[in-house]
């Protein structure tokens, strides 16, 4: 069945980076998009920015576009998500989803998996 | 950037009742080639990753009872949980998936 594993919990400083990493199994991975979505404490969520599984073309929500990429790694079917200059309210658990019917580059699909998600805490 | 907003934020209801969770697009979320919804809901129960309910707005995604279903166009949308159940106590989020992947503020739903 499809699962999508990611990476573990992960504490950084203010102003540093983080990659975080989902591997995908169960499906074929070039046919799928993949997103990631954050969920600070207590809160909603948030969409951050997808990845094609097809073409690696990448489309980010705009209060991220100057700090975040998305890449992908189609032999170990993984997607990476790289998050710089960190800031306190960055921290949420954040979900990598497999998109279905996504259209490049403004719709990223519905998502129907999700994995378990990674806590990133951002405190200096 | 298109908004959503669910409405009630929490609501209490008797087990066997019905609950009716609304989600208002601040645009049209129809594509005009397809006539399509691009609106989802997900369940999210505490400590768990959101679960697919229904996408394209009333499409119930595979393995989910039938007693939640969805309807509605344009911008106003209602996910409705027939006959509540214990199991069903959890957040439900909308999405629209039209522009980007914006997601509704939540509605808490919990038995009374």
């Known amino acids: 069945q499809v699962q999508l594993v990611q990476s573990g919990a992960v504490v950084e400083k203010p102003g540093a980076s983080v990659k975080v990493s989902c591997q995908a199994s169960g499906y074929s991975f070039s046919s799928f998009s993949l997103s990631w979505v954050r969920q600070a404490p207590g809160q909603g969520l948030e969409w951050v920015g997808w990845i094609s599984g097809y073409d690696g073309k990448t489309n980010y929500a705009q209060k991220f576009q100057d700090r975040l990429t998305i890449t992908k790694d189609t032999s170990t079917s993984t997607v990476y998500m790289e998050l710089r200059s960190l800031r306190s309210d960055d921290t949420a658990v954040y979900f990598c989803a497999r998109g279905r019917s996504a259209i490049y580059p403004k719709a990223p699909g519905f998502f129907d998996s999700w994995g378990q998600g990674t806590l990133l805490t951002v405190s200096s | 950037d298109i908004v959503l907003t669910q409405s009630p934020d929490s609501l209490a209801v008797s087990l066997g009742e019905r609950a009716t969770i609304n989600c208002q697009s601040s645009?049209?979320?129809?594509?005009?080639?397809?006539?399509?919804?691009?609106l989802a809901w997900y369940q999210q129960k505490p400590g768990q990753s959101p679960k697919l309910l229904i996408y394209?707005?009333?499409t119930r995604e595979s393995g989910v009872p039938d007693r939640f279903s969805g309807s509605g166009s344009g911008t106003d949308f209602t996910l409705t949980i027939n006959s509540l159940q214990p199991d069903d106590v959890a957040v439900y989020f909308c999405q629209q998936y039209f522009t980007g992947g914006t997601f509704g503020q939540g509605t808490k739903v919990e038995i009374k």
């Open positions: 645009q049209s979320i129809v594509h005009s080639a397809t006539n399509k919804n691009y």
């Open positions: 394209w707005a009333s």
